[in-house]
């Protein structure tokens, strides 16, 4: 069992920057992989990005590459999202997750989900 609590998000201007946090339980956490989803209102949750349990694969969506950045630390627990440039169009409620080993873009794939946490990027 994992369980996860995001942080981080906030209101932030078009071109600025946020970095989000997600703190996992348990003794396990390195043989994880994690991703990060975000739901904007009407619409589907939307992959954004992964990293492997090792942290050597690491995957994003076209609208994020070159702006976000995914990373982890195993000593702490702890997976982060740095985004960067960021755009109104990026508003959404964010969540990290999880799955075992290896990441993937499917959210039906990663069985334990965070709360989420709000990211409002004005224009």
């Known amino acids: 069992q994992v369980q996860l609590v995001e942080s981080g998000g906030g209101l932030v201007q078009a071109g600025g920057s946020l970095r989000l946090s997600c703190a996992a339980s348990g003794r396990t956490f390195s043989s994880y992989a994690m991703g990060w989803f975000r739901q904007a209102p009407g619409k589907e949750r939307e992959f954004v990005a992964t990293i492997s349990w090792r942290g050597g694969n690491i995957y994003y969506a076209d609208s994020v590459k070159g702006r976000f950045t995914i990373s982890r630390d195993n000593a702490g627990n702890t997976v982060y999202l740095q985004m960067n440039s960021l755009k109104p169009e990026d508003t959404a409620v964010y969540y990290c997750?999880?799955?075992?080993?290896?990441?993937?873009?499917?959210?039906?794939?990663?069985?334990?989900w965070g709360q989420g946490t709000q990211v409002t990027v004005s224009s």
């Open positions: 997750a999880a799955k075992i080993y290896s990441g993937s873009y499917y959210s039906d794939d990663y069985p334990y």
